[in-house]
C-alpha cells in the first residue's frame, strides 16, 4: 500500500513530478529574464536618444575632424591644408610666427635648434616673407608663407605686437581646418618634445607669467572695507595672466570662437594682445554678455618656466633642489632675450654651471 502511494495516476514517482515542475518553473523564470532584459535594453535606446548630445563642433572644424581616427582623409580644401597633412598627420602642430626681423641677430636659429634638439617633427614657421620662408627651406624647418598685412590699428606699436597681434587671425586658419596648435613665440629655448607633456583636458592650456605657485596657479585674498562693519571682510580669486607667447589650443568651437573675437578686436582696436587674450578667456559672462567659455589650464611653472622664476628664484637654489630640465623656458620677462636664450641652454645642458652669472635678476645692473 505504502509503495502505491508513490506513484501517481500516470506511473511516475512523486519526485519525477516534482523535479518536471521545477524544470517547467525554471524555464518561464529564465524566458521572463530574457524578455525583462530586451525590453529594459530598448527603454534604454530609447531614453538614451533623448539625452541631449554634447555641445556640436561648428561645421567647418567638424568636418575636419571627422577624418581623424578609422576614416579616410578627405582631400585638403586648401593648400594650408595639404601642407598640414604632410607635416601633422595626427592634427597637433608646433606653430611659431616669424618674419626677417627674427633672422637678423640669430634668434630663429637657436629658437629652430631647439625644435630640432627636441625632435618635433610636427612644427611649421608661419613666415611672414620670403625671406623666412626661404631661410627655413634651407635649414630643414618646415615653413609657409602667408603674406598678411599688418590692421592700421596695429601699426606704430612696434614690430614685435603688431605681428604678435596678427597671431589670432593666423591661428584661426588652423583651427578651422580641424588642427589643434601649440602657438610659440622664438624667444623660447626648447628642451624637450612639449607634445609629450600636455594635458590636453582643457580648450586652453597656456603658460602662465607667474612666477612662483600663488601667482601662477591662483590663490584667495582678502577685501577689507571697515566701513562696513559686521561685513567689512570679503574674499576675491587672484592670478597673474596667461602668457600669449605660449599656449595650446584644442580645435573646437569655443577656441575658434575665442580667436574669432580676438582675431576682431585686434584688427579694430589698438590693443596689447596679452591683455585681450586674458579678457576673453576670463571675464565672466554676465547681462548680455557671453564670453567664449573655454576651459583652461595653466601649465607647469617649471616645466614650461618663465624668465622671472628662472633668473630670480631657480638659478640661485643648491643644484640638488632645483626641478628638472624644463621643457621650455620663454624669455618674456628681459629684454636681452637672445643673449638670455643662449645662455640657458648653455647652463641646462652645455654643461657651463656659470653661464647665467653675468645676467641680473631683472633688466637692470644689480640685481638679483
Known sequence: MGLKDDYDSTGKTKGQAEKARWTVLASFFALGLCLGVVVAERVYVQKRALIPKPRQLVSTVSNALHSVGHHAPAAPRNELEAYLMQIAPNKELLLAVANKNTMWDGMLDTFTQGIKRAKVANHMILALDQQTADWCKQNDINAFFMNLTIAATQQGTGDNHAVSAM????????VELGWSVLLSDVDIAIFQNPFENLYR???????????????AYGSI????????G???YAQYYKHFNMNSGLFYLRANNRTLDLLTRLAYRLSHEKYWDQ???????FFLSH????????????MEIDKFMNSKRLFKDIRHRPKGQ??????????????????????VIKWYIGGDEHALDAFPG?????TR
Open 167 to 174: 597671431k589670432f587671425g593666423i591661428l584661426k586658419n588652423f
Open 201 to 215: 583636458d582643457s580648450d586652453v592650456e597656456g603658460m602662465t607669467d607667474g612666477f612662483d605657485e600663488r601667482t
Open 322 to 343: 632645483q626641478p628638472p630640465l624644463p621643457v621650455m623656458v620663454h624669455v618674456n620677462y628681459h629684454p636681452d632675450k637672445h643673449e638670455r636664450m643662449k645662455a
Open 362 to 366: 631683472g633688466s637692470e645692473k644689480g
Open 230 to 232: 559686521w561685513g567689512r
Open 287 to 298: 547681462g548680455s554678455y557671453k564670453s567664449p567659455q573655454v576651459s583652461v589650464r595653466v
Open 275 to 281: 591683455t585681450a587674450y586674458n579678457e576673453e578667456i
Open 221 to 228: 585674498e582678502g577685501f577689507d572695507d571697515p566701513s562696513m
